[in-house]
Nanobody
Framework: QVQLVESGGGLVQAGGSLRLSCAAS????????MGWFRQAPGKEREFVAA?????SYADSVQGRFTISRDNAKNTVYLQMNSLKPEDTAVYYC??????????????????WGQGTQVTVSS
């Protein structure tokens, strides 16, 4: 069983930056595909970014967000730059078994964190 705890959310002005962290425990972190998803009020949860030995990004964040991982610290990060009001959402960290593919679908992730709120003011 993998436990995931997100941190780093908050309130930021448009154009600003935030870095989210997700600390994992209870599993072999290096063998998991790690992903970030987000859910805005009234909308479905959507893919943001994922990382194994490779990375994948949603078109809406490409060039602004960077996902990274530190296997020694069992932690995955999401550096968010040039934030826009439409980035406002609860951001969730997720872990999916398998390191050979970068998963973009929620159904590929077995473990989820509780989420951290990101609010971008205009």
């Amino acid at each position: 069983q993998v436990q995931l705890v997100e941190s780093g959310g908050g309130l930021v002005q448009a154009g600003g930056s935030l870095r989210l962290s997700c600390a994992a425990s209870g599993g072999t972190f290096s063998t998991y595909c790690m992903g970030w998803f987000r859910q805005a009020p009234g909308k479905e949860r959507e893919f943001v970014a994922a990382i194994t030995w490779s990375t994948s990004y949603a078109d809406s964040v490409q060039g602004r967000f960077t996902i990274s991982r530190d296997n020694a610290k069992n932690t995955v990060y999401l550096q968010m730059n040039s934030l826009k009001p439409e980035d406002t959402a609860v951001y969730y960290c997720a872990a999916g078994a398998g390191y050979y593919r970068v998963y973009t679908k929620m159904s590929n992730y077995a473990y989820w964190g509780q989420g951290t709120q990101v609010t971008v003011s205009s």
